[in-house]
């Protein structure tokens, strides 16, 4: 009996384990699962939303970083939420958006990329892995619909092209190609300000990492719904880098010297806006 079963399993055998859990455990996808109390668009029901993320490219890779902050309604819901993660050794993945779903869809993403490489026995292509997100976003229209929506930002180093990529999403799936910088969030209109300003062509890793930890200080700035670097708690953006060499987290030591100096300079300045 279990050897009949193993065989049917490997039988269907399909490079994506998404269509495999679609086909065999639908119920396991987490934009499968429906709400309880009929919520609306109209009334959504009060969750924990993560935002902001920026990325942009840089002299040799791609650099993503997230706030720390997760709210729900009017209410900090976490100051430790985690946004941005590795999706492999190529890639990240930011998520804007219903926390739960993002993270559980991220999880996914991890599994459908580790998945593919096993079965083919390579890795995917980063065209192929931003499609594939893709397809998921476009899975939890019905949740997003409801008001549970998931926005990542992916980035990557294309190993056959020798540079880094990012791609942004839409609540239905659509992907689009960025080619210099861009931010998802509700912070993202004065995180995207600040990256206008502040951005250039061939920035060096630190360079970048000043960048993206400043963007965040502007979006924490005018956003309630962004938090701050935080010197009490000594809590950090979240933030990687991507190169040929993979994706790397940016240590926190860095990081607090980045925030420390994008708070001194602020503070000498003296600027109220």
């Known amino acids: ?30 934009f499968n699962r429906s709400l309880q109390g009929g919520a609306s668009a109209a009334a959504p029901i009060q969750v924990p939303h993560a935002t902001t993320i920026v990325a942009m ?31 492999d050794h190529f890639s990240v993945l930011g998520i804007a958006g219903t926390a739960g779903i993002a993270i559980d869809l991220t999880r996914l993403f991890q599994v ?11 890795q995917l292509s980063l065209e192929g892995k931003a499609n594939r997100l893709g ?17 990542p930002l992916f980035a990557g180093f294309d190993t056959s092209a ?14 689009y190609e960025e080619h210099e910088h861009h931010t998802v969030g509700s912070g993202s209109v004065f995180a995207r300000g600040a990256l206008k300003k502040l951005w250039r ?5 630190a360079e970048a990492l000043s960048v993206a930890v400043e963007s965040l200080y502007d979006a924490a700035d005018d956003d309630s719904a962004t938090g701050g670097p935080d010197t009490v708690r000594q809590l950090w953006p979240v933030v990687y ?22 708070i001194e300079a602020r503070t000498v300045a003296g600027r109220e806006a």
């Open 1 to 30: 009996m279990q050897e009949s079963t193993a065989n049917q399993v490997a039988a269907n055998a399909t490079s994506s384990f998404t269509e495999h859990l679609l086909r065999d455990r639908p119920e396991l996808l987490p």
């Open 57 to 87: 490219s840089y002299g040799g890779g791609v650099l993503m970083a997230g706030d720390r902050r997760a709210t729900m309604g009017n209410v900090i819901a976490s100051r430790h939420i985690e946004k941005v993660f590795p999706a």
């Open 112 to 122: 459908e990329l580790e998945h593919y490489e096993k079965i083919e026995g390579t």
């Open 135 to 151: 397809a998921m976003i476009r899975g939890n229209l019905p949740m997003a619909l409801q008001g549970l929506a998931v926005v």
């Open 162 to 175: 020798g540079v880094g990529r990012l791609f942004s999403y839409d609540v239905t799936g659509g992907r």
């Open 201 to 205: 062509p061939n920035l060096t890793a």
């Open 241 to 262: 880098t991507v190169d040929r060499t993979g994706a790397r987290r940016v240590p926190e030591a860095e990081l607090a010297a980045a925030s420390r100096n994008v």
